[in-house]
Nanobody, 114 residues
């Protein structure tokens, strides 16, 4: 069974940095692309970043130049390095496996204060 466990969220001031982690189990991690999504209060879940098994990355325009997605196949972990955080980045952040799109973790809360 696919399991996704996100961690690393916190309360930070605007301009600060955080690194989120997501450990995946129940899949052949190195063979799968990974996504990060986020959901702000009262808003729909939004795709944030994507990394292929071959380390090709894509980002939503609002985080380009500030966020970096990466992966460690030996640890079955995908990361989201978030720099220059803004209050509008406040959300619960989730990882997701495109091939197993119905599976979600509990998410990790990121709150950015102004």
């Amino acid at each position: 069974q696919v399991q996704l466990v996100e961690s690393g969220g916190a309360l930070v001031q605007a301009g600060g940095s955080l690194r989120l982690s997501c450990v995946a189990s129940g899949i052949s991690f190195s063979e799968n692309a990974m996504n990060w999504y986020r959901q702000a209060p009262g808003k729909q879940r939004e795709w944030v970043a994507y990394i292929t098994w071959g380390d090709i990355t894509r980002y939503v325009d609002s985080v380009k130049g500030r966020f970096t997605i990466s992966r460690d196949n030996a640890k079955n972990t995908v990361y989201l390095q978030m720099n220059s955080l803004k209050p509008e980045d406040t959300a619960v952040y989730y990882c997701n496996v495109p091939r197993y799109a119905d599976y979600w973790g509990q998410g990790t809360q990121v709150t950015v204060s102004s």
